[in-house]
T-cell receptor
């Protein structure tokens, strides 16, 4: 599986935007970029995913570099409830049994 | 969105006993479910892929005789930790994909196992 690299931790202030980077220089053409987050003592929660184009949903935006070797998860206005570990994961498309392999993720701290 | 539920959310057992954890997809059918384990301050580690009606596929290093997985129906997969020992104490999390091709994986709330 292609690997992703994320900063171990980041800090943000409440109500401010947060940009969480992810490098995936060995990404292949069929790899989707997924983002999940995990709040303390809970299972992970889907945030967003994309292939080539930037994506927006109610939770966040995903900006994908033109060469696809990096991406950025954007939280437009951080809240205290956004404090979590954010995982950037690559996964091949298609089928119901393709698995997600989690790295260490980025621990986001949101200051009031 | 789709919901995956685990039970129990936490369990304490004596060393040498077996513990069963259930994972249910509440409003969708899941032909494939995944079981993860997470130790404190570490990331999730995939243990096995559970396929409905067939044997589970285990990741390298995971003992299939110790972690028994059964996926008897499209909405239920179970993980049994047999002859549990203190080193098996961990946070066990299951997940399922709601619909082929959507890419989104739904996770359960997790089950915290403590072996005394």
């Amino acid at each position: 599986d292609a690997k992703t690299t994320q900063p171990n931790s980041m800090e943000s202030n409440e109500e401010e935007p947060v940009h969480l980077p992810c490098n995936h220089s060995t990404i292949s053409g069929t790899d989707y970029i997924h983002w999940y987050r995990q709040l303390p003592s809970q299972g992970p929660e889907y945030v967003i995913h994309g292939l080539t184009s930037n994506v927006n949903n109610r939770m966040a935006s995903l900006a994908i570099a033109e060469d696809r070797k990096s991406s950025t998860l954007i939280l437009h206005r951080a809240t205290l409830r956004d404090a979590a570990v954010y995982y950037c994961i690559l996964s091949r498309s298609g089928g119901s049994n393709y698995k997600l392999t989690f790295g260490k993720g980025t621990l986001l701290t949101v200051n009031p | 969105g789709a919901v995956v539920s685990q039970h129990p959310s936490w369990v304490i057992c004596k060393s040498g006993t077996s513990v069963k954890i259930e994972c249910r997809s509440l409003d969708f059918q899941a032909t494939t479910m995944f079981w993860y384990r997470q130790f404190p301050k570490q990331s999730l580690m995939l243990m096995a892929t559970s396929n409905e009606g067939s044997k589970a596929t285990y990741e390298q290093g995971v003992e299939k005789d110790k972690f028994l997985i059964n996926h008897a129906s499209l909405t239920l997969s179970t993980l049994t930790v047999t002859s549990a020992h203190p080193e098996d104490s961990s946070f066990y999390i299951c997940s399922a994909r709601g619909q082929v091709g959507t890419g989104e994986l739904f996770f359960g709330e997790g089950s915290r196992l403590t072996v005394l």
